[in-house]
C-alpha cells in the first residue's frame, strides 16, 4: 500500500568537509539521470559520513540549521580535537566533542581507537537528523517502551556493577547480533565507520548493499505481496516504487529480535531522492507505536564515493567469540574448585 508518510518539504543544504575544508551546496535545478530503463538513477557507492546527530542538541533548540560560520568553529574544534588525541570520534561525537570540548576518549571499551579506522567526515547545516517532529528530538516513548527502556537500562547496571557484560555468556546464542556477525540492522544508519552502501538498479529491482555485515536489501519494484504478517524477518519485508524521481521504500514485518529501535517498527517509510551529481537526500519515517507515541522522521545526505566498498570479514577468523565462551567457562571452572 502506497503511503504519504515521511512527505517531508526539500530544503538547500550545504556541507564542510572536516579534514578538507572544502564545502558544497546542493545543485540547485538538479536533473536526475536516467537509467536505460528510464528510472532515476541512484546508483554508486554512497557515504554516510554526516557529523549531524540524530537529537538536536539542546544548544540550538528552536533552530533547524547551523550558520556557515558555525560549520567551521565545529569543523575547526573538531579537527583539533582528534589532533591532540587522535581520538576515533565515532558518529555524532564529532559534534558533541567540539561543542562540550570534551576531548576524553569515545570509545573506553576498547582502550581506544583511533582516527584512522574512520573515513573523513562532512559537516552538514542541518542541527539534527530527525526533522519531524519540528524540536529535532525522538517524540515521546509510549509506557512499553519506557518500560523496556527501563529494564534494559536495570540490567545494563546490574552487568556493570558486578564487572559483567551486558549480554551473558551462557552460549553464543545469548549474545548480541552483532556479537555474532549476524547483523547489525536495515537500514543501517550510523555515520563514520562502515557506514557506506552500494546502490544497484534493474528494471525491477533496486538492491543496497551495506557495507556493515555485507547485508544486501533486494527491494522489488513489481506488485509482489508483501509476505503474510506471520512471518518475520530481521530486514523486514520491503517493497518499492518511483514517486517522480524519488525512491519510496515501505518495509514491515520486522522481527523483535531486531536490535535497533526502527527496525521494532510496523512500518518504515524510506524516501531517497539524487540531488545533486554528488549527493543524495535519504529520509526514514518510522512508525513504532509500541515505542514512540508517534512517528519520526530523519533526514540524512549521503554524498558520492568514486571508491569501493569493502568486505566486512566478521566470520572470517573470528576469534572473539569462541574465546568469550572459553574464557566463561574457564572462570566458572576456577570457581568450581574455588582457585582465585
Not at 9 to 16: A, E, G, L, R
Not at 133 to 139: Q, S, T
Request: proline share 5%; charged share 25%.
Amino acid at each position: 500500500m502506497k503511503t504519504n508518510i515521511g512527505r517531508i518539504p526539500h530544503y538547500i543544504f550545504c556541507i564542510f568537509t572536516l579534514v578538507t575544508g572544502s564545502s558544497a551546496c546542493a545543485q540547485a535545478g538538479y536533473q536526475v539521470p536516467r537509467t536505460s530503463d528510464g528510472q532515476p538513477d541512484i546508483q554508486g557507492v554512497w557515504a554516510n559520513n554526516t557529523v549531524t546527530p540524530v537529537q538536536r542538541p539542546d544548544i540550538f533548540e528552536g533552530r533547524e540549521f547551523l550558520t556557515a560560520e558555525e560549520m567551521q568553529i565545529i569543523a575547526q574544534r573538531a579537527g583539533e580535537i582528534t589532533s591532540e588525541t587522535d581520538d576515533a570520534l565515532f558518529g555524532e561525537s564529532v559534534i558533541t566533542s567540539a561543542l562540550s570540548g570534551d576531548t576524553g576518549s569515545n570509545d573506553p571499551s576498547t582502550g581506544n581507537y583511533d582516527q584512522f579506522w574512520l573515513a573523513e567526515r562532512s559537516i552538514h547545516n542541518r542541527t539534527s537528523q530527525i526533522i519531524d517532529p519540528p524540536n529535532g528530538k525522538y517524540p515521546p516513548l509510549t509506557e512499553g517502551g519506557t518500560a523496556r527502556r527501563e529494564r534494559l537500562a536495570q540490567l545494563r547496571n546490574n552487568s556493570a556493577a558486578a564487572g559483567e557484560r551486558f549480554e551473558t555468556l551462557d552460549s553464543y546464542a545469548t549474545l548480541s547480533q552483532d556479537d555474532r556477525c549476524i547483523t547489525n540492522g536495515a537500514p543501517y544508519l550510523d555515520s563514520g565507520y562502515n557506514s557506506y552502501w552500494q546502490i544497484v538498479q534493474s528494471k525491477d529491482y533496486v538492491v543496497i548493499v551495506q557495507e556493515m555485515m555485507h547485508d544486501a536489501r533486494i527491494i522489488p519494484l513489481t506488485d509482489m505481496p508483501h509476505a503474510p504478517e506471520a512471518i518475520e524477518l530481521l530486514h523486514g519485508d520491503s517493497r518499492g516504487y518511483w514517486d517522480g524521481d524519488t525512491l519510496v521504500v515501505e518495509t514491515s514485518n520486522f522481527s523483535d529480535r531486531s536490535e535497533l529501535s526502527h527496525n521494532r517498527a510496523e512500518l518504515n517509510v524510506e524516501r531517497i531522492t539524487r540531488i545533486g551529481d554528488g549527493q543524495l537526500r535519504y529520509q526514514l519515517t518510522s512508525n513504532d507505536p509500541g515505542t514512540y507515541s508517534a512517528p519520526y522522521t530523519r533526514e540524512i545526505i549521503f554524498d558520492y564515493s568514486d571508491g569501493d566498498i569493502y568486505e566486512f570479514a566478521c566470520h572470517e577468523g573470528n576469534y572473539a567469540l569462541p574465546n568469550m565462551l572459553q574464557g566463561a567457562r574457564e572462570e566458572e571452572r576456577r570457581e568450581a574448585a574455588g582457585e582465585n
